[in-house]
């Protein structure tokens, strides 16, 4: 194997140039922009195309030092290349096997699920899963001990596909209850725990790793909400956790935490933010039309809205038109009147402020929703966007539940229609369950913390589901704005 690293070494002396941020395929020749080689790190390598899908190396510009991750790796045998770019497909995992001095032949690709600017879009995955079963029981029972925690609800999940495989995997980020049932749940126990990562293997299996992450497992502290988005220009997708810190006074807070990919596909956690911030919630999207994908999220401190220049660096500042922030807890970017500029939209404690639609790209003006009489005083958990009766204009689709006086009493659905105006022109209770309150063993919250949207029995209309198939909560759209009720 020696050799065949000194062979390539002298090789890769050959001076080629190009640059690029990811690995390039013009039809000819390959270009990747850095290779490790044994302990060394050649930039700019070429590799020219022959026959029956054979590479012979055209050259490099060298050696250089670095100790950013290389965009491939040669191990002697195998060239990965991490990701490649042909016109417009990008391309995964590639490997080449090596088979002499000159030449590599092609063994293998992904095509991976690409990443979009818009958290709001990366919620849409093809999965379904039940939140309390698809944690690894070995690793949360390790985590209960070390921690001293109840194996209990948590909200913060992440559909994306972290390995590049062409499936969703999963993020996991739980919350720290004590024993559950709040009696040791104080400032001075609380305790912030580790994120989990599960690979899809492609079957339905969904398997713990640590293997893509750079040391150990990120720490959260009580992630509400979880979003992914390619936050540094990468092809990998990144995550976001918005965190509370300790839930209760004197509500201190947490500094939000980005787990932003490098060029291997590993992953760290960094601090965005210096500020601790009682964060309830976030979203992402290209709120300046720079290309890339901002984040904007919920505080005690106000709306803030963390600028992003392309690579994953973030400047903080904070949007005026919503002044104080009392009684917003989430809200969602998305481009609600079609006019090609994201929106922002808040909700939260609805009898202490509306659900608002705030227009971009100036955010100086918005339309508040009305709820109906059934949940004028409840919280709104998670709003979502879908034309559900096919008239060619989006729904606000909303879960709610009790409020002050009810604290997540109960579990209700609401659909919010407009007309061609965006004007509001009708509410419509979906789903009611007065009677179904909690946590009361926090094993998983009785309410309905996320939704999502699917057509689940594939007959072309949208159906409306709850994200944790754990009571598989499922409203099946049979047109004409009817939903029957059914529990997967």
């Given at each position: 194997?020696?050799?065949q690293?000194?062979?390539?070494s002298?090789?890769?002396?050959?001076?080629?140039?190009?640059?690029n941020?990811?690995?390039t395929?013009?039809?000819?020749?390959?270009n990747i922009p850095s290779?490790?080689?044994?302990e060394?790190?050649?930039s700019?390598?070429?590799l020219e195309?022959?026959?029956?899908?054979k590479f012979?190396v055209?050259g490099s510009?060298?050696a250089?030092?670095?100790?950013d991750p290389?965009?491939a790796e040669?191990?002697?045998?195998?060239?990965?290349?991490?990701?490649?770019?042909h016109q417009?497909?990008?391309?995964s995992?590639?490997?080449?096997?090596y088979?002499d001095e000159?030449?590599?032949?092609?063994v293998?690709?992904?095509v991976?699920?690409?990443?979009?600017?818009?958290?709001f879009?990366?919620?849409?995955t093809d999965i379904?899963?039940?939140?309390?079963?698809?944690?690894?029981?070995?690793?949360?029972?390790e985590?209960?001990k070390d921690?001293?925690?109840?194996?209990c609800?948590?909200?913060?999940?992440?559909?994306?596909?972290?390995d590049?495989?062409?499936?969703?995997?999963?993020?996991v980020s739980t919350?720290?209850?004590?024993k559950?049932?709040?009696?040791d749940y104080?400032?001075?126990?609380?305790?912030?725990v580790?994120v989990e990562?599960?690979l899809?293997?492609?079957?339905?299996n969904?398997?713990y790793?640590?293997?893509?992450?750079?040391g150990?497992?990120?720490?959260a502290?009580?992630t509400?909400k979880a979003?992914t988005a390619?936050?540094?220009?990468d092809?990998?997708?990144?995550i976001?956790?918005?965190?509370t810190?300790f839930?209760?006074?004197?509500?201190?807070?947490?500094?939000?935490?980005?787990?932003i990919s490098n060029r291997e596909g590993r992953y760290?956690?960094?601090?965005?933010?210096?500020?601790?911030?009682?964060m309830?919630?976030a979203a992402?999207?290209d709120i300046?039309?720079?290309?890339d994908?901002?984040i904007?999220?919920?505080?005690?401190?106000?709306?803030?809205?963390y600028e992003?220049?392309g690579?994953?660096?973030f400047?903080?500042?904070?949007?005026?038109?919503?002044?104080s922030p009392?009684g917003?807890?989430?809200?969602e970017v998305?481009?609600f009147?079609?006019d090609?500029?994201?929106?922002?939209?808040t909700?939260?404690?609805?009898?202490e402020?509306k659900?608002?639609?705030?227009?971009?790209p100036?955010?100086i003006?918005?339309?508040?929703v009305e709820?109906?009489?059934?949940?004028?005083?409840?919280?709104?958990?998670d709003i979502q966007?879908?034309?559900?009766d096919?008239?060619?204009?989006?729904?606000i689709?909303?879960?709610?539940?009790?409020?002050e006086?009810n604290?997540y009493g109960?579990?209700?659905?609401?659909?919010?229609?407009?007309d061609?105006n965006?004007?509001?022109?009708?509410?419509q209770i979906?789903?009611?369950d007065?009677?179904?309150?909690g946590p009361i063993?926090r094993?998983?919250?009785?309410?309905?913390?996320?939704?999502?949207i699917?057509?689940?029995n594939?007959d072309?209309?949208?159906?409306?589901?709850?994200?944790?198939r754990?009571d598989?909560?499922t409203?099946?759209?049979?047109g004409d704005?009817?939903?029957a009720?059914?529990f997967?």
């Amino acid at each position: 194997m020696k050799k065949q690293f000194l062979i390539l070494s002298l090789l890769l002396t050959t001076d080629v140039h190009a640059q690029n941020d990811i690995s390039t395929f013009d039809g000819t020749f390959v270009n990747i922009p850095s290779v490790k080689v044994g302990e060394d790190v050649y930039s700019n390598v070429s590799l020219e195309l022959l026959e029956d899908l054979k590479f012979k190396v055209n050259g490099s510009d060298g050696a250089i030092k670095t100790s950013d991750p290389a965009l491939a790796e040669f191990s002697g045998n195998e060239l990965l290349i991490r990701t490649l770019k042909h016109q417009e497909l990008i391309y995964s995992n590639l490997i080449l096997k090596y088979e002499d001095e000159l030449e590599f032949s092609f063994v293998s690709a992904d095509v991976p699920l690409m990443t979009s600017s818009s958290s709001f879009e990366n919620r849409k995955t093809d999965i379904w899963i039940d939140y309390v079963s698809v944690r690894d029981k070995g690793i949360s029972e390790e985590i209960s001990k070390d921690y001293e925690s109840c194996i209990c609800e948590y909200y913060g999940v992440v559909y994306a596909d972290f390995d590049l495989d062409g499936d969703d995997d999963l993020l996991v980020s739980t919350v720290w209850w004590g024993k559950g049932n709040l009696s040791d749940y104080t400032l001075e126990n609380y305790r912030s725990v580790p994120v989990e990562m599960y690979l899809n293997d492609g079957l339905g299996n969904f398997i713990y790793t640590e293997d893509l992450l750079v040391g150990a497992p990120p720490l959260a502290s009580n992630t509400r909400k979880a979003i992914t988005a390619d936050f540094n220009g990468d092809i990998f997708p990144d995550i976001f956790l918005a965190e509370t810190g300790f839930d209760g006074s004197p509500f201190p807070g947490a500094t939000p935490t980005l787990i932003i990919s490098n060029r291997e596909g590993r992953y760290q956690a960094k601090e965005i933010d210096e500020q601790a911030h009682f964060m309830h919630g976030a979203a992402s999207g290209d709120i300046d039309s720079d290309g890339d994908s901002d984040i904007v999220a919920v505080s005690f401190d106000g709306i803030l809205l963390y600028e992003n220049n392309g690579i994953g660096e973030f400047s903080k500042s904070k949007i005026n038109y919503f002044g104080s922030p009392s009684g917003i807890f989430n809200l969602e970017v998305f481009d609600f009147n079609n006019d090609s500029h994201l929106d922002i939209i808040t909700t939260g404690h609805y009898w202490e402020r509306k659900t608002e639609i705030v227009f971009g790209p100036g955010f100086i003006t918005g339309i508040e929703v009305e709820n109906s009489d059934m949940t004028k005083d409840h919280v709104v958990n998670d709003i979502q966007f879908a034309d559900l009766d096919a008239d060619g204009i989006k729904e606000i689709i909303q879960s709610t539940t009790g409020g002050e006086g009810n604290w997540y009493g109960g579990a209700y659905i609401e659909i919010i229609y407009f007309d061609e105006n965006l004007e509001q022109s009708g509410n419509q209770i979906v789903y009611q369950d007065p009677n179904r309150k909690g946590p009361i063993d926090r094993t998983f919250p009785k309410w309905i913390p996320w939704l999502k949207i699917a057509d689940v029995n594939s007959d072309g209309k949208l159906d409306i589901l709850e994200d944790d198939r754990h009571d598989g909560t499922t409203l099946i759209n049979n047109g004409d704005r009817n939903f029957a009720l059914s529990f997967e």
